[in-house]
């Protein structure tokens, strides 16, 4: 943590909890205790009132309700909340005690609670957008502006090499393919991007662009044998790209170990570091970690938009994931749109894991140099509704959880793993709109339609 | 619009000419048993390869010559290699193509055995039985759960989930009663809650069920792991120290040489795993059960028309898939280790892989889930033996192996025709 520790975390109700439930009061919803501690009622209840209103206003309101993206979305983050909050509580014996007399005394039930779950949400928010007391900090020149920024600096770092990853499944699942190899794609993009950055005596600048396009290839490669078999022998590419997965772990777990990879000075598993001259510059000073990774990433999004909607290719692709049938009659090769598919799906993995070695995340390989960026970048795409801008807006919140996650662990004690559950939640919940819109009995929105499926069995 | 020489259509051709699957895998099983007389012929020692029948180097063993076992067994599996290119009656196919890779491995195992250091050159059979069944157990209740739900045509990726869900629950609750039956009932609970969230978002709600099956693995990594933290880690005494069930010896049968000790004196896990397979091969081939279960999984507007309660028997084989999943996490945390984070480790996959390997069968399954076991048993041996060959790329072999199943090359794998499409009466 770039943070000063601050002296226990302050009176937690001063700022919301979290993104979404500051969302909620900005809706006009005031009461957040219930919000986060007592599910069934928070549930429960209504909309803002629909008062007779100018039609404009009343129009808002009306979609408000409705069963669109963004409200399905953010009732989604809603209940992945009010669930993650009762994990917390059942799982701290302290506070679970007192429910067992909470017929006697309730008020002891609810404000420690309260007091868990609003604490731990707090630092979940203040890890990773803003954290005041280093604002006022830094106002009284007790800290740098460094301070200020850093929650945002660990968000956008964490969120750079997901929105690679989330791009990859996202453009696989438009073409009708779904990528879960983007985990392997990065992995042996990691490792060529790794190679190239010890390996290669280059100038500066020059090495920067070798090593992260040796990643975007590493990824490339990974993403055409699913892609040829696919295309070639109709192999399932679900299937294949899971065991490849593996395949290129157990590959990176044996090249860290080979030698002129590993570190001569060390015994355990990790390779030498990639030179200087081939990292990713940090973009605020060496304090903070963002890198010029998100930059990319962003450049990343909008090349991907354009391909999708502007390119003869993307039109292909789209045309091949509607229907390929149809797509083969109007004269476009399935077999050649599949391969590339998969070959673009895989750069884009590969440029994910160059990220995670040539970043400032990690500087050498060691096993678990890739993280799970693969397997959330299948969440991102979901969350993002498999569209570029959306992907990217979504890896930024899963940047978020995750920045804000380790806050939310060093300083509660709340596990870290309690952000993958909040991931893994979200995402179900908006994978099955009929069920969000069922809970809290929303009207079918007008024009919007709700995918709920989107690959074909095996 | 491209015009590439290729055809866009990917079907196994109909007239296959003179180069058949089976002369194809012929040339290829030649070729590896030409590798393996000259290679491992010439990489072998002098020494003599024991296999021993026992736990460790004492007792009866087979012995043959390193190098001319390499060169031996390499010469079978080039005749095997030969038989199929020269042509041979169809129900041939399987028996020889067997013979040849069981020479190959052997050829293989002669030179790997007779290269180990000095005093190293034997390989204790019992010990290599027993490890192959107990690293295959597992993967043998995943891909079990994976038969139970796909043939009824519900996409399973979530068996890691249900298993790491059911040795979670299982040690949990084994710990808290300290009683290894409560802690079985509780595995197997926590496997069908997996499954039960997987069966009602696919089947009532219609979400994609490779992407639930994704989501649901990460979301019991994620809860398993909050738990394990928060509860297990602050007091191990209480929460992760379940008891577990001793090997029962069974009679008469134990006493089979080599396959009495490695088979016949383990726990409840191997023998109801193996229980559990005849059980569903005769329930899904000769049972109305079976009957149903598959024309749901095949064609269920069909079995709908004729009166089959097509989402019922769905809803039902996926929370059986996740109780059978569930008791197999069990097997690890009842029998051999304590919980600890993420602990099934990709073994949830490797079930995946024995399913589609062993083609959607429960003894194909089986045999599948006995070659991975003991591919990742030998990794082992070798290791332990300072073999050249690293342990990595043996660990690769299931995915590998499942690969080239799927991409053809090894025979043509069909999942069930309704696998993975949600059925909306109508």
């Known amino acids: 943590m770039t943070n000063p520790p601050t002296p226990q975390s302050g009176s937690p109700d001063k700022e919301p909890a979290s993104e979404a439930q500051a969302a909620q009061n900005a809706l006009g919803n005031t009461e957040r205790a219930e919000v986060a501690t007592e ?45 993650g909050a009762v994990l917390m509580i059942i799982s701290d014996p302290e506070v679970l005690s007192t429910y067992s007399y909470i017929t006697s005394r309730p008020s002891d039930a609810i404000n420690s609670s309260w007091t868990l779950v609003s604490e731990a949400y707090a630092n979940l928010f203040k890890g990773s957008v803003f954290d005041p007391e280093a604002f006022s900090g830094w106002l009284d020149g007790a800290n740098g502006w ?60 020059l090495h920067l662009l070798v090593a992260v396009l040796a990643g975007a290839l590493g990824g490339a490669i990974w993403g055409f044998i699913p892609g040829i078999l696919k295309a070639r022998a109709g192999a399932h590419e679900v299937i294949n790209t899971i065991m490849l997965n593996y395949v290129a772990t157990y ?84 077999t050649r749109t599949y391969i590339l598919i998969m070959v673009f799906a895989g750069i884009l993995a590969g440029l994910g894991g160059s990220n995670m070695v040539l970043g400032s995340t ?22 993002g509704r498999v569209k570029p801008w959306g992907v990217l807006l979504a890896a930024l919140l899963f940047g978020a959880l995750q920045a804000g ?47 709920t499926s989107l690959a074909k069995g095996w | 619009m491209s015009t590439m020489a290729v055809p866009d259509i990917a079907v196994a051709p109909v007239d296959e000419g003179f180069w058949t699957r089976s002369r194809k895998v012929g040339l290829t099983l030649l070729a590896l048993g030409l590798l393996s007389a000259v290679l491992f012929g010439a990489l072998a020692t002098d020494q003599q390869a024991r296999f021993t029948l026992s736990d460790d180097a004492a007792g009866a063993a087979l012995e043959i010559n390193g190098t001319i076992g390499a060169i031996l067994f390499g010469i079978i599996t080039i005749a095997a290699g030969a038989a199929l290119l020269a042509g041979v009656p169809k129900r041939w196919f399987l028996p020889v193509l067997g013979v040849g890779l069981v020479a190959f491995v052997l050829s293989f195992l002669c030179w790997q055995v007779s290269a180990a250091p ?103 990594v994620g809860v398993t792991g909050f738990l394990y933290e928060r509860l297990m880690q602050t007091d191990a005494a209480k929460y992760n120290s379940a008891p577990r069930f001793s090997n029962w010896e069974i009679p008469l049968l134990k ?74 996490g069990a097997s690890y945390t009842l029998a051999l280790y304590s919980f600890t984070k993420n602990m099934i480790g990709g073994k949830g996959f490797i079930a995946l892989a024995a399913l589609i390997f062993g083609r959607w069968n429960p003894t194909g399954a089986l045999l599948a ?47 069930p025709a309704a696998d993975g499409k949600p059925y909306i009466k109508g």
């Open chain 2, 255 to 328: 006493d089979i040489p080599v396959l009495g000790p490695a088979l016949f004196r383990g726990n409840i896990f191997l023998y109801l795993g193996l229980l559990l397979v005849l059980v569903i091969h005769i329930g899904l081939f000769r049972t109305r059960w079976g009957l149903r279960t598959r024309s749901v999984g095949e064609h269920p507007i069909a079995a709908d028309t004729l009166g089959v309660k097509v989402l019922r028997v769905r809803y039902r084989n996926v929370l059986l898939a996740g109780v059978v999943a569930g008791i197999g």
């Open chain 2, 118 to 220: 000095a005093g190293q050159n034997f390989m204790p059979l019992v010990n290599i039985i027993r490890g192959t069944f107990i690293l295959a157990l597992p993967l043998i209740f995943g891909a079990l759960a994976g038969v139970l739900c796909e043939r009824s045509g519900v996409v399973n990726v979530a068996i890691e989930g249900q298993l790491l869900m059911g040795a979670f629950s299982g040690a949990l609750f084994g710990s808290i009663s300290g009683s290894v039956w409560v802690g079985l009932v509780a595995a197997a609970i926590g496997g069908a809650f997996i499954s039960l969230l997987l069966a009602v978002f696919a089947i009532r709600y219609l979400v994609d069920q490779v992407v639930m099956g994704i989501v649901l693995n990460l979301l019991a």
């Open chain 1, 405 to 451: 996650g380790n806050r939310m662990q060093s300083y509660s004690g709340i596990s870290l793993e309690l952000v993958t559950v909040l991931q893994a939640l979200i995402v179900i919940f908006i994978a099955a709109p009929a069920l969000v819109k069922a809970i809290f009995q929303l009207r079918a929105a007008r024009a919007a339609r709700l995918q």
């Open chain 1, 362 to 383: 990690a500087s050498a390989l060691t096993p678990l140099v890739v993280a799970q960026i693969g397997f959330d970048g299948i969440l991102v795409a979901l969350l």
């Open chain 1, 146 to 205: 460094q301070a200020v920024l850093a929650p945002i600096s660990e968000t956008l770092t964490y969120a750079a090499p997901l929105v690679f990853t989330g791009l990859s499944v996202a453009l696989a699942f438009r073409g009708g393919l779904f990528n879960i190899g983007a985990q392997g794609q990065a992995t042996i993009g990691v490792i060529m991007a790794a190679l190239a950055g010890f390996l290669l005596p280059l100038p500066p600048g």
């Open chain 1, 251 to 334: 590959f990176l777990t044996w090249l860290i170990v080979q030698n002129g990879v590993q570190d001569p000075n060390r015994t355990d598993a990790i390779s030498k570091a990639v030179d200087t001259s081939a990292q990713l510059p940090r973009l605020l000073g060496d304090n903070l970690r963002v890198h010029a990774g998100i930059l990319l990433a962003v450049l990343a999004t909008w090349a991907v938009a354009w391909l999708l909607n502007r390119s003869t290719l993307g039109f292909e692709l789209r045309a091949v994931g509607a229907n390929p049938d149809a797509a083969r009659t109007a004269g476009i090769s399935v």
């Open chain 2, 369 to 415: 889930a006995l070659f991975f076991g003991f591919a990742d048993q030998l990794a082992t041996y070798l290791g332990a033996i300072n073999s050249v060959i690293p342990s990595q790329f043996l660990a690769m072999l299931p995915y590998l192996a499942t690969i080239l199943a799927v991409a053809g090359l090894v025979g043509r794998v069909r999942a």
């Open chain 1, 39 to 83: 599910p069934d009622r928070s549930v429960a209840k209504p909309g803002p009132e629909p008062e007779p209103k100018p039609s404009l206003g009343r129009l808002f309101l009306d979609n408000l309700w409705a069963a669109n993206t963004f409200t399905v979305t953010l009732l989604s983050l809603v209940l992945a909340i009010v669930v």
